[in-house]
């Protein structure tokens, strides 16, 4: 198994789309990439700890490459937005990779450098490539949010669209 750890605004959307990706064996909702130790949802929503929501994607490279959860990750969120997913706003939602070693960190510079010149995107990537020191598990309500709270309206408002997005694109990389 192989890790990757990426930051795109709210973890609920990542991790209800990442959990439906063939070759994905597990996915946590956490946070990484600041200052405090063992970082409250609490504290990281106001924004002073300089942790990032993250998911932690567990991943059987056999089945899927490094690169196509890169890619994966880059069509879940607006990657040149600093510090922002839609209204969700401050540095806990910027985009960003927390590469494992210096392979993943040379694969992340090369989707994001290829990303940049493909024009896809209108205005130039702004994810970081930051370091993986420390992942803190988010609070056990924060696991499986989506599925657990159907009802909620930032689930039916925010992760059903994103997650009815994903799944109509790239359905042929699903379980």
Known sequence: METAILAGGCFWCLEAAFKRVRGVKK???GYAGGQLPDPTYEAVCRGNTGHAE???VEYDPEQIGYR???ELFFALH???TLNRQGADVGTQYRS???PQDDEQRATAA???AGIDASGAWPDPVVTTLEEADRFYVAEDYHQDYFVN???NRYCQMVVAP???KFLSQHGDQLD
């Open 78 to 80: 607006d990657p040149t």
């Open 110 to 112: 090369a989707v994001i």
């Open 96 to 98: 960003a990779i927390f």
């Open 162 to 164: 994103k997650l009815r």
């Open 54 to 56: 993250v998911v932690r």
């Open 149 to 151: 709270n159907p009802g």
């Open 27 to 29: 996915v946590e909702s």
């Open 68 to 70: 196509d959860i890169l």
